[in-house]
């Protein structure tokens, strides 16, 4: 999670540009995963090849388990870009900086919606343990801890001729 937001800092830079127009943009037609892209969809950034991570950038991308860190890329709808068209469009570092952070963004979300199932998960168990009375013994021993001491009975003496008492025995 703190790696995550860390790549959502809009003070880290992250995306370097390393060449111009080296190549075009990736096919329109496949994603990453080889799905293929609804109509109107677009690629942010536009030209990954031109674009290389930052040694704070990659350092975390490595930190977070990647061997081969890359700028992520992510689809966006034709919408999406027209609202994003002034801001970053055009501009590869600025695209490129938009996907890592977006990258984080969702990381952040993941490992905070793990977060919460697995805290759900485990005040259930405990809920589960109390009703079924698992618990009981910690109710004893404070009620017990709670009450004065009890004193022992005066040592009883048997009638040989030691003297000694019963409990020495």
């Given at each position: 999670f703190g790696k995550a937001t860390q790549l959502t800092d809009p003070g880290l830079v992250s995306v370097v540009a390393v060449a111009s127009d080296v190549a075009?943009?990736?096919d329109a037609d496949v994603t990453a995963d080889g799905e293929g892209m609804g109509d109107g969809e677009v690629w942010i950034p536009g030209n990954p090849s031109a674009l290389s991570l930052t040694p704070a950038g990659d350092g975390l991308f490595r930190e977070l388990?990647?061997?081969?860190?890359v700028v992520p890329v992510f689809p966006v709808t034709s919408r999406q870009s027209a609202s994003l068209e002034g801001a970053l469009r055009g501009v590869p570092e600025r695209e490129g900086h938009w996907a890592v952070q977006r990258f984080g963004s969702l990381l952040a979300r993941t490992a905070i919606s793990d977060m919460v199932v697995f805290?759900?998960?485990?005040?259930?168990g405990f809920a589960y343990v109390w009703y079924r009375g698992d618990l009981d013994w910690v109710r004893a021993v404070s009620a017990s801890r709670s009450k004065s001491p009890v004193p022992l009975p005066p040592s009883q003496k048997t009638g040989g001729p030691t003297g000694a008492s019963v409990l020495s025995a």
């Open positions: 075009g943009p990736p388990g990647f061997r081969e860190p805290y759900a998960v485990l005040l259930i």
